[in-house]
């Protein structure tokens, strides 16, 4: 089952049709174009272990299924994902610093702010945790 916006023949179904058959088989890994992962999970940084986990935002039974799909089917939190992760994380903790006690016009402040809303575009990897840690966690206005 897939969707095809152009040649139904092609074995696809319309847009609207197949996001209904796919609600029905009620999955447990986030379809993007359904539900907003953003809402679903959140980010933990370990300063000691150097590393930074998805985890279920909340205790809903809905987050907690997608966080165990998404760790069991795609492997979201494995040891690689989770350095790398700090290594963006890193970054943004310093441009955050920049950003909250630099005067507002500063050049280092400004610089600092168009870069982390340039890591917060969705073309930017790990974007979700950017917008998570600026927007929820740290309350950023950038």
């Given at each position: 089952m897939t969707p095809d916006l152009v040649e139904r023949d092609a074995g696809g179904?319309?847009?609207?049709?197949?996001?209904?058959?796919?609600?029905?088989?009620?999955?447990?890994?986030?379809?993007p174009y359904i539900e907003d992962p953003e809402e679903l999970y959140k980010w933990e940084a370990d300063h000691t272990l150097r590393e930074v986990r998805v985890v279920a935002r909340t205790n809903r039974i809905r987050a907690k299924r997608a966080m165990i799909a998404a760790e069991e089917d795609?492997?979201?939190?494995?040891?690689?994902?989770?350095?790398?992760?700090?290594?963006?994380?890193?970054?943004?903790?310093?441009?955050?610093?920049?950003?909250?006690?630099?005067?507002?016009?500063?050049?280092?402040?400004?610089?600092?702010?168009?870069?982390?809303?340039?890591?917060?575009?969705?073309d930017s990897a790990y974007a979700g945790m950017v917008r998570y840690f600026v927007r929820t966690e740290w309350e950023l206005d950038v």
């Amino acid at each position: 089952m897939t969707p095809d916006l152009v040649e139904r023949d092609a074995g696809g179904l319309p847009f609207d049709e197949f996001v209904r058959e796919s609600r029905k088989e009620k999955p447990f890994l986030v379809d993007p174009y359904i539900e907003d992962p953003e809402e679903l999970y959140k980010w933990e940084a370990d300063h000691t272990l150097r590393e930074v986990r998805v985890v279920a935002r909340t205790n809903r039974i809905r987050a907690k299924r997608a966080m165990i799909a998404a760790e069991e089917d795609l492997g979201l939190n494995r040891e690689e994902l989770r350095w790398r992760r700090w290594k963006t994380y890193e970054v943004l903790h310093t441009l955050a610093q920049v950003a909250a006690n630099i005067p507002a016009g500063h050049a280092a402040r400004v610089d600092a702010e168009v870069t982390i809303r340039t890591m917060m575009n969705a073309d930017s990897a790990y974007a979700g945790m950017v917008r998570y840690f600026v927007r929820t966690e740290w309350e950023l206005d950038v």
